[in-house]
């Protein structure tokens, strides 16, 4: 599978994060961590690791991501 498409980013008020440097970076680090998860998940393969196991663990990694801003 390949990598989703990419949204058009919003903040939480709706509005597009429109600025140039930030759509880059989000891209950058989008593609970063898709690769890291395919190389994670390519390598857990090859460890015998069961498919579904990683799958459910990696939605679970990305689940318990924690927003350091919430209260500001």
């Known amino acids: 599978m390949a990598m989703p498409v990419l949204p058009i980013w919003h903040g939480d008020d709706g ?3 429109s600025c140039t440097e930030k ?3 989000m891209t950058q680090n ?3 961590l898709f690769q ?6 390519e390598d857990a393969l090859l460890m015998g690791c069961s498919e ?3 799958r459910d663990y990696l ?5 318990g991501v924690d927003n350091p801003y919430r209260n500001r």
């Open 15 to 17: 509005e597009i994060v």
């Open 30 to 32: 989008m593609n970063e």
């Open 59 to 63: 939605l679970n990694l990305v689940q």
């Open 36 to 41: 890291t998860a395919q190389d994670a998940f």
């Open 52 to 54: 579904q196991q990683i």
């Open 23 to 25: 759509v880059r970076v």
